[in-house]
């Protein structure tokens, strides 16, 4: 397994926040449904296999049982073909400090991609989760709507920072991606930031965007505690991709070359 070195992954990474920005309309709307979708089935995948294991056994290996299964949603969406805001949130923010794309392209990409991201993420939760009881049936609702309430339960402060930390170990599996220059390496470098942050319980966007609608689908909670929910991570999230690891790679790395 070959890999590049942080100045030239920082490179990469400029150089894909201009590419994303650059892609039609219609390939960013499709691509953003997949990238919500795939990690839609990654938290349904997480919540089906340790959904049956009772906590007062299992304790916290059921969080890294969950979380050693979740990463496929990421890995769909680096190597199958997906747009995910978290990571856009680092790429195209490190491109803009750059200066190769404008604050408005950041504006207009991340729009695009979180409106693509929420539906392809309730069409999982809707169609898989409630039409066919995925999310519904048994120990499987419990588990649904204890996660979606954990995180709603958050206040606002708690869930920003949290979102913080989800989206620093999302970013870093995507620029660990990046520097691979194999399947292999970049399956490796996704899957143990990824399942860090689950086993961990951030809370990230995308992923609230399945759990807590599943949740709502079965009669849980409101759209409106939703949202408040959103927002806080959201912020939480961008910060944590677009500064802590977007800022801090372009100053070192690639600032002096601007």
């Known amino acids: 397994m070959t ?14 926040g201009e590419k994303k920005v650059a892609l039609p309309i ?3 709307i499709a691509l953003g449904f997949l990238g919500g979708a795939f990690i839609a089935l990654g938290f349904l995948l997480d919540i089906r296999v340790v959904g049956n294991l009772p906590d007062e056994i299992w304790g916290s290996m059921s969080a890294f049982i969950g979380g050693a299964v979740f990463p496929v949603g990421l890995i769909f969406v680096l190597l199958a073909g997906g ?10 923010a490190t491109a803009r400090y750059a200066g190769r794309i404008t604050t408005f392209d950041i504006i ?10 929420f539906i392809g993420s309730i069409f999982v939760a809707y169609f898989f989760g409630h039409m ?7 120990p499987f609702l419990e588990k649904t ?8 339960e958050d206040s606002f402060i708690h869930a920003f920072i949290s979102g913080i930390g989800a989206n620093w170990l999302v970013c ?3 620029w660990l991606c990046y520097s691979a220059d194999d399947v292999a390496g970049k399956i490796l470098g996704i899957w143990f930031p990824i399942m860090a942050f689950v086993a961990i319980g951030f809370q990230h966007v995308v992923a609230n965007m399945f759990v807590i609608p599943a949740a709502i689908f079965a009669g849980y909670y409101t759209w409106w505690q939703f949202l408040e929910n959103f927002i806080a991570v959201f912020l939480g999230n961008a ?5 802590f690891v977007g800022g801090f790679y372009w100053l070192a790395y690639i600032r002096e070359q601007v």
């Open 132 to 138: 066919l009881g995925l999310t519904e049936a048994g």
């Open 108 to 117: 207009k990409n991340w729009s695009i991609i979180t409106i693509t991201n």
């Open 145 to 152: 709507v204890s996660i979606a309430g954990g995180k709603i």
């Open 26 to 28: 219609l390939s960013q």
């Open 172 to 174: 870093l599996a995507v």
């Open 83 to 92: 747009e995910l805001l978290t990571g856009n949130m680092m790429a195209v």
């Open 3 to 16: 890999f590049f070195p942080p100045k030239k992954t920082a490179q990469l990474a400029m150089e894909h």
């Open 239 to 243: 910060v944590g991709g677009a500064i």
